[in-house]
Nanobody
Framework: QVQLVEPGGGLVQPGGSLRLSCSAP????????IGWFRQAPGKEREGVSC????????YYLDSVKGRFAISRDNAKNTVYLQMNSLKPEDTAVYYC??????????????????WGQGTQVSVSS
């Protein structure tokens, strides 16, 4: 059974930074687009970012553009989400998901094959 793991969450002050990682021990992420999603208490899950298989296409939620950066290192079988200038409204459980093929323009609504368990990101002073 494929299990995505997402270390890197934690508590940070507003304006701070965190880097999330997404990996899959024993499973190759190379053929998959990887999306990051988040869900805050009482809110629906929303797509934050997606990166294509080769890393040449990247998509972002408008509210994180310029602050978050998604990247991948297929040699290390890992995808990263660098989050800078964090705001309290970024507080949520963050999940990575693997979807075969490319992100596509509908990356926030497409089906993903595998999901991680989630990691808590809390932004507070």
């Amino acid at each position: 059974q494929v299990q995505l793991v997402e270390p890197g969450g934690g508590l940070v002050q507003p304006g701070g930074s965190l880097r999330l990682s997404c990996s899959a021990p024993g499973f190759t992420l190379g053929p998959y687009a990887i999306g990051w999603f988040r869900q805050a208490p009482g809110k629906e899950r929303e797509g934050v970012s997606c990166i294509s298989r080769c890393g040449d296409f990247k998509y972002y939620l408008d509210s994180v553009k310029g602050r978050f950066a998604i990247s991948r290192d297929n040699a290390k079988n890992t995808v990263y989400l660098q989050m800078n200038s964090l705001k309290p409204e970024d507080t949520a459980v963050y999940y990575c998901a693997a979807g075969f093929g490319q992100c596509g323009r509908s990356w926030r609504r497409r089906e993903y094959d595998y999901w991680g368990q989630g990691t808590q990101v809390s932004v507070s002073s």
